[in-house]
């Protein structure tokens, strides 16, 4: 018997759902929970219908940032947590304790432009670019007419208002990539560190995506950092970024030619951690670099329940294979076929840990 997101959620209860995750349920299915990372919650969403319709594998996934994700991954209450954000040290050395003495692996199994959204009535094209971004999150630039924005946008009539810019309020893998992007790409306009918490002046917050994108909808002149799926599901304006090369509007095909160039920070591991600040420093034209590539952080082996590991290498191979059609529909980028290489690679090895 196969069982949807939906009508698992419907049946279950948050404590009987922590509890089917460890373990067969009575019909056979297996189960395989996580949490964390809201950027790539639609996208599970959209993995578990996939996981419904071909296999018996139920996958229970929680948007509740990044920061709860790693806590309750650490502390064994899910299988897998979802984080827009590389484990720090402390954090790998309690993840390596959690499974039982080894790696704790990241699996980008997401890839998610962030789009910058904003509600400004009349204005339907905008271009923005580093510089002005850390400005405007930084409350130096204050002003929709500002010389700085005026100058990006010859020839379009910008309000004499006020920009009221939001960020999350939450711990958030959105927040700390997108100040890690500002750090890359405007170095001598954010002074900050990159950080879950956001570390810019001013500005009011609000918690997790769906936060952030109903702030918007809601303030006129205002404006954020959220993935793109939220960004158009609120119908929200999505400005043009200006890396270094000229405008480049957000699109699957230009988040696309950003990922190709995609490397990882130690090439040849089965850890996979992307190489973001080259990333986010990146000016090749056409190419958008804003882009999350959030991870599936799992224990390469370890857990106390020896299915979990193969169900997760089970569920994972039917997400590379199968999951990435209609991801754009969602608001992500499929995955190119060399960056799915490398992960199988990963993704094939989760028994052993080796």
Same mark, same amino acid.
């Given at each position: 018997? =196969?069982?949807?997101?939906?009508?698992?959620?419907?049946?279950l209860?948050?404590?009987?759902a922590?509890?089917?995750?460890?373990?067969?349920?009575?019909?056979?299915?297996?189960?395989?929970?996580?949490?964390?990372?809201?950027?790539?919650?639609?996208?599970?969403? &959209?993995?578990?219908?996939?996981?419904?319709?071909?296999?018996?594998?139920? %996958?229970?996934?929680?948007?509740?940032? *990044?920061?709860?994700?790693i806590?309750?991954?650490?502390?064994?209450?899910?299988?897998?947590?979802? *984080?827009?954000?590389?484990?720090?040290?402390?954090?790998?050395?309690d993840?390596?304790?959690?499974?039982?003495?080894?790696?704790?692996?990241?699996?980008? +199994?997401?890839?998610?432009?962030?789009?910058?959204?904003?509600?400004?009535?009349?204005?339907?094209?905008?271009?923005?670019?580093?510089?002005?971004?850390?400005?405007?999150?930084?409350?130096?630039?204050?002003?929709?007419?500002?010389?700085?924005?005026?100058?990006?946008?010859?020839?379009?009539? %910008?309000?004499?208002?006020?920009?009221?810019?939001? &960020?999350?309020?939450?711990?958030?893998?959105?927040?700390?990539?997108?100040?890690? #992007?500002?750090?890359?790409?405007?170095?001598?306009?954010?002074?900050?560190?990159?950080?879950?918490?956001?570390?810019?002046?001013?500005g009011?917050?609000?918690?997790?995506?769906?936060?952030?994108?109903?702030?918007?909808?809601?303030?006129p002149?205002?404006?954020?950092?959220?993935?793109?799926?939220?960004a158009?599901?609120?119908? +929200?304006g999505?400005?043009?970024?200006?890396?270094?090369?000229?405008?480049?509007?957000?699109?699957a095909?230009?988040?696309? =030619?950003?990922?190709?160039?995609?490397? #990882?920070?130690?090439?040849?591991?089965?850890?996979?951690?992307?190489?973001?600040?080259?990333?986010?420093?990146?000016?090749?034209?056409?190419?958008?670099?804003?882009?999350?590539?959030?991870?599936?952080?799992?224990?390469?082996?370890?857990?106390?329940?020896?299915?979990?590991?193969?169900?997760?290498k089970?569920?994972?191979?039917?997400?590379?294979?199968?999951?990435?059609?209609?991801?754009?529909?969602?608001?992500?980028?499929?995955?190119?076929?060399? #960056? =799915?290489?490398?992960?199988?690679?990963?993704?094939?090895?989760?028994?052993?840990?080796n």
């Amino acid at each position: 018997m =196969k069982i949807s997101r939906k009508g698992a959620a419907l049946a279950l209860t948050a404590a009987a759902a922590t509890v089917l995750a460890t373990s067969c349920s009575s019909d056979g299915d297996k189960a395989i929970s996580g949490e964390g990372s809201t950027a790539q919650q639609k996208a599970m969403e &959209h993995f578990s219908d996939k996981l419904a319709e071909n296999t018996d594998i139920i %996958l229970d996934y929680t948007g509740s940032g *990044s920061g709860d994700g790693i806590k309750k991954f650490i502390s064994g209450d899910v299988d897998f947590a979802g *984080s827009d954000s590389a484990l720090k040290d402390a954090e790998i050395t309690d993840a390596k304790a959690r499974c039982g003495g080894n790696d704790a692996w990241h699996i980008p +199994l997401v890839a998610g432009p962030v789009a910058i959204a904003y509600n400004l009535e009349g204005v339907d094209k905008l271009t923005l670019n580093p510089q002005v971004l850390a400005g405007i999150f930084d409350s130096k630039i204050t002003k929709w007419n500002d010389p700085a924005i005026a100058k990006l946008n010859p020839g379009v009539t %910008l309000p004499d208002t006020a920009i009221k810019p939001v &960020h999350r309020s939450d711990s958030s893998g959105t927040t700390d990539n997108f100040q890690r #992007f500002l750090q890359s790409a405007a170095p001598t306009a954010w002074p900050y560190e990159h950080s879950k918490e956001f570390q810019g002046k001013g500005g009011s917050g609000a918690a997790k995506s769906t936060g952030v994108g109903d702030t918007v909808k809601k303030s006129p002149g205002s404006i954020t950092y959220v993935e793109w799926g939220f960004a158009t599901e609120n119908k +929200l304006g999505i400005a043009a970024i200006d890396f270094g090369s000229g405008a480049v509007q957000l699109n699957a095909e230009s988040a696309g =030619k950003a990922l190709d160039a995609v490397k #990882f920070t130690t090439p040849g591991s089965k850890d996979l951690v992307v190489d973001t600040d080259a990333l986010f420093a990146s000016q090749e034209p056409g190419a958008y670099p804003l882009v999350l590539t959030p991870y599936s952080i799992v224990c390469s082996t370890g857990y106390e329940d020896s299915e979990i590991s193969s169900t997760l290498k089970e569920a994972f191979t039917k997400i590379l294979d199968e999951g990435q059609e209609g991801l754009g529909e969602v608001g992500y980028v499929p995955l190119p076929d060399g #960056f =799915k290489t490398t992960l199988r690679t990963t993704i094939d090895a989760l028994d052993s840990g080796n």
